[in-house]
């Protein structure tokens, strides 16, 4: 295989009627997909695109992923935008890129309108009526190579511009065999899907659909703020599979959803982005018997690079770990002194790891290097600035970002440790620490019924006096960052600005 559109055609063969995916407007077939895809593709052709990045800027919805085919079959890399991700990020993205054309619906067009946009846009819906050119499209397949970039997906740019991580054909496959083992997808099974499209953490959904013949149900954004219809449209749409962020999960069990109503269909819960706390784990273990999967993995390394299938119950204050890397992934970690040991930073090497970042040679350099433990020829492996450790069963623990461990007092600690001991507090729902370096201040943002004196006071019989947060306040809901993940930065400002 050569690209991921060898999964299309034997998706199409195999049954071009059966639903890949549905969003509230309607449903798209295997066959829909390809005719779509067919036709973008043969339009881009037709425009001159040939390796270049083509963004996409559309609705959530099934259209947008089948665009996404449309410029892999004109043998181009896709650039996800949603307008939801602001004009400002939006337009670094475009100054990056410059693209020659972009994809977009009514309101991507306006808004890149608005911005001054130098390309050509070309209307979504318009191109998918455009005559398919079979000759064209074999010619473009042919000259594809597996390392040809596949999509250009740019980071949150939480410090800084946003990075775009080039994505390849052939991580995408490796990875598409991986994460569907991991998961152990059926033809029958059918996922909500939670994550944005301009976000790596959808492919789960997409290439289990593509290798496995599975479906998936975009879940409307909207549902995320109220958990009890969330579950609900779980079970109308008979959901088997959920890959979800922490926080997605933790609304549902946090609210206690489950007293008036369960998930009826779920076989796997896989949960990433951030740690899961025991206390949270346990309710969904209690309510819904399924496989649960603890995910980890940089967007640098194509998705997830390694899961952990629970096989015991975890208590407060343990650590789920995120157990093994994919078969065709090696994960190690480096101390400060860069020898190899149980605990440190974690580094990735594999087919997973992506090219690097485009047209951003200096922070390329300094995150994908050569790998520290082969000095006899050219190999890159992926820095993550993640800390872990093995632990006494030799299991990997994901220990938090290296940029979070701080010296406090007089001790290195890491705020998911503080994190980990708040969670684990009755009445505390969600939680995020922080930290004011111009005043070495450590302080704690949460969501829960607890009063802050209270929330001290259980805190005191669970860490030392270092570890206890000078200033805390509580929230209705954490701020998160556009790929759902807890936003640290804006928690840091809610509280100390």
């Known amino acids: 295989m050569k690209s991921v559109l060898a999964y299309l055609k034997q998706r199409v063969e195999t049954g071009p009627e059966r639903a890949m995916f549905i969003d509230e407007t309607e449903t798209l077939t295997a066959g829909d997909v390809a005719a ?23 609705r959530r919805s099934g ?20 307008a939801e991700m602001g004009e400002s990020r939006i ?19 306006a808004m890149l309108e608005r911005l001054g946009f130098a390309g050509e846009t070309l209307d979504a819906d318009a191109l998918t009526r455009e005559a398919a050119d079979e000759a064209a499209l074999r ?26 991580v080039v994505g390849c054909h052939r991580a995408v496959l490796d990875y598409a065999a991986q994460i569907t083992d991991a998961l152990k997808v059926r033809d029958d099974d059918v996922f909500a899907m939670q994550a944005p499209l301009y976000v790596d953490a959808c492919l789960k959904e997409i290439l289990s659909a593509l290798r496995c013949g599975s479906a998936a149900v975009l879940v409307p954004k909207r549902l995320f703020m109220t958990p009890v219809p969330l579950v609900r449209f779980l079970n109308e749409h008979r ?32 949960f990433g982005s951030e740690v899961m706390p025991p206390k949270q784990l346990r309710i969904w273990q209690q309510h819904v018997k399924a496989r649960y999967l603890n995910l980890y993995g940089p967007t640098e390394c194509t998705g997830m ?7 015991r119950v975890f208590e407060d204050g343990e650590r789920i770990p995120i157990g093994r890397a994919f078969d065709n992934a090696e994960i190690f970690l480096l101390d400060e002194s860069g020898r190899e040991a149980d605990e440190g930073e974690i580094f990735i090497r594999g087919t997973s790891v992506c ?7 200096e922070r390329t350099a300094k995150a994908f290097v050569q790998n520290p433990k082969n000095p006899d020829y050219p190999e890159t492996v992926y820095r993550t600035g993640d800390l872990g450790r093995i632990n006494a069963r030799g299991e990997l623990e994901f220990l938090g970002r290296r940029d979070d461990q701080i010296k406090h007092m007089g001790h290195r600690i890491e705020l998911g440790e503080l994190e980990a001991a708040a969670k684990a507090v009755e009445g505390v729902d969600a939680a995020c620490a922080v930290f004011d370096r111009e005043r070495s201040v450590l302080g704690l943002v949460y969501t829960g019924a607890i009063e802050r004196s209270a929330l001290l006071t259980a805190l005191r019989t669970r860490v030392p006096d270092y570890l206890l947060p000078k200033m805390s306040r509580r929230v209705d809901a954490l701020p998160l960052t556009q790929n759902g993940k807890t936003d640290r930065k804006a928690a840091t400002v809610l509280l100390f600005r």
């Open 305 to 311: 690079s390694c899961f952990y299938e629970v096989d």
């Open 63 to 82: 259209a947008m992923i089948a665009a996404f085919f449309g410029v892999w079959k004109a043998n181009c890399c896709y650039v996800p935008i949603d």
């Open 91 to 109: 337009r670094s993205i475009l100054s990056r890129v410059e693209p020659r054309f972009a994809i977009a619906d009514e309101t991507g067009a």
């Open 355 to 361: 090219h690097g970042y485009y047209r951003d040679p």
């Open 36 to 58: 779509r895809s067919d036709s973008i593709g043969s339009a881009l052709i037709r425009r001159g695109a040939v390796r270049e990045p083509v963004p996409v800027f559309m």
């Open 139 to 164: 010619r473009a397949e042919e000259t594809m190579l597996d390392v040809d970039p596949a999509y250009l997906v740019f980071t949150s740019g939480s410090t800084g511009a946003p990075k775009g």
């Open 239 to 270: 959901v088997t599979a959920l890959c979800w962020v922490v926080p997605a999960l933790t609304l549902i069990s946090a609210l206690h959803t489950f007293d008036e109503i369960v998930p009826q269909y779920l076989r796997t819960v896989a």
